[in-house]
């Protein structure tokens, strides 16, 4: 499955639907000019913002992830011909239809050097 340290890549403009793994493949090498087969999690919506796909090759094949949300919309960022970054932490929360933007990076607590 999907590790915490993995790196998401969000296509923000919607695809076609009926693609699976090889047609999602191809729009990233030929669109997003990356590597499909890197490790990357790759991200898709649908033109209704109910449906999202999930592409990644996990060291042995490609797996591919379709999630419908019963009620309600994934929250989807604004830009409409990009490509941004997730967290796992907020890919998780998009992927339970939450808003995603309020997730945020663990800060990092510096050790102490005495002890009180």
Known sequence: MITPGA??????RPVDFRKGAEGLAALVKDQMRLEPFSGVVFVFRAKRADRIKLLWWDG???CLLAKRLEDGQFRWPKAEDATMRLSAAQLSALLEGLDW????QSRRTRVPVAVN
């Open 101 to 104: 933007r309020r997730v945020h």
């Open 7 to 12: 790196r998401v890549l969000v296509a923000t």
């Open 60 to 62: 042995t094949g490609v």
